[in-house]
């Protein structure tokens, strides 16, 4: 099966007819580098100067597809040269074989060229000295090192700046890469934190809302009427209010306004106290004390809140009960409802409730659990959380 070789690269066509143009116009006008009397040349007609030219024209298409094999045949065509009167021009032609054979050779070859031909070049110098015992011996070592250690130590070097700009290159683009990636990643961490913030904001007022309404909407008391659509109203207004708020934030109005205080556990009173007004009987037993981070604060908070709003939707008739306590590492709080005793949610839920608490406890390093357990009045929901003491990541 016969090899396809590969099509040379234009460049490479451009410089092997260039080439061979300006030989055949030296071997027209005559020029040639040696005598036909020289005792060094043992084909003498000047035509036969034209077979190395043509064949190291030739080798010079494949200076990138196959430079060790353009590096061999042209030095055989160097050889053959030095033995007819010879051609400029196919010596510069060896020239850039031995530069490309470097610079597009294997990382081997790159290597090793240079050790060799340097080895030559002194050879070059050394051997004929050590002969001949004339300064001009040493000429020889110079011609070598020109035609060979000169090209093969210049394509070493660009082939080194080539692979630093490359290696450059490709760090460039992984730093880009990588900070796209910390640009998503931080989008989306600040979606999920805006997320939380909306849903325990306005989850709760919305619930107490659906929750009335169906009250009024399902008994023909006119007493009961207007007592729910008070409750109506008053969810109504502070969820405005906190939707205001969060809307503040995130156009972020300016220095002169500011923005608004987040919440803390000394507004669980009136917390709780809005969770009477809608409907549940609730008592708060909260013994945390002062000086725990804002981070801590909020996440308690909106977890209270968000047990609340899920009392409101899914507890039976009972007693809620919220417990805080400061231990000397962490933030304990238990939040208790009657479990079952109604056929369904008296409002529909996202399901995201559960999940934003988690999310919240874990950026602070704690833990929270949420399921049924036993309890003394029978079969409750709990949600048991933990939270370290020590500044966090602020949700």
Not at 257 to 265: M, Y
Not at 327 to 354: E, F, I, K, N, Q
Request: proline share 6%.
């Amino acid at each position: 099966m016969a090899v396809r070789l590969p099509r040379p690269h234009r460049f490479d066509g451009y410089v092997a007819l260039g080439g061979l143009l300006g030989g055949l116009l030296l071997w027209a006008v005559g020029l040639f580098p040696r005598l036909p009397d020289d005792s060094l040349v043992l084909w003498p007609p000047g035509w036969a100067a034209l077979v190395p030219l043509t064949v190291t024209a030739g080798c010079e298409l494949l200076r990138r597809s196959r430079p060790r094999t353009g590096l061999l045949i042209g030095t055989a065509a160097l050889a053959a040269d030095t033995l007819t009167r010879g051609s400029v021009v196919t010596i510069l032609l060896y020239t850039d074989l031995m530069y490309a054979a470097v610079l597009y050779g294997t990382p081997a070859a790159a290597r090793r060229i240079p050790w060799i031909t340097g080895l030559l070049t002194v050879a070059g110098a050394v051997v004929p000295f050590a002969v001949w015992r004339v300064p001009e011996a040493l000429l020889i070592g110079v011609a070598v090192g020109i035609v060979s250690f000169g090209p093969a130590s210049t394509g070493l070097i660009v082939r080194n700046h080539r692979d630093a700009a490359e290696a450059a290159r490709l760090r460039a683009e992984q730093t880009a890469l990588l900070a796209e990636m910390d640009r998503a990643q931080a989008v989306t961490a600040e979606r999920a934190r805006m997320a939380r913030e909306l849903h325990d904001m306005v989850a709760n007022h919305l619930s107490a809302i659906a929750i009335h309404s169906t009250a009024a909407l399902s008994l023909d008391d006119p007493g009961t009427s207007r007592q729910a659509l008070g409750v109506i109203r008053e969810n109504s207004v502070e969820g405005l209010a906190e939707m205001r708020r969060l809307i503040g934030l995130l156009r972020d109005a300016g220095a002169e306004t500011g923005p608004a205080a987040a919440p803390t556990l000394d507004g669980l009173g009136a917390l709780v106290g809005t969770a009477r007004a809608n409907g549940l009987d609730v008592t708060l037993d909260a013994a945390h004390g002062a000086g725990l981070p804002a981070p801590v604060e909020l996440a308690a908070y909106r977890i209270v809140q968000e047990s609340l709003t899920n009392a409101l939707k899914h507890a039976g008739p009972g007693r809620v009960q919220v417990v805080l306590r400061r231990r000397s590492d962490c933030l304990t709080l238990t939040v208790t409802s009657p479990y079952g005793g109604h056929d369904g949610p008296r409002a529909p839920g996202s399901g995201a409730g559960l999940v934003g608490m988690r999310e919240r406890a874990s950026l602070l390093g704690g833990t929270l659990d949420a399921g049924p357990l036993d309890g003394p009045d029978g079969e409750v929901w709990a949600v048991r959380a933990r939270l370290p003491v020590t500044e966090g990541e602020s949700v």
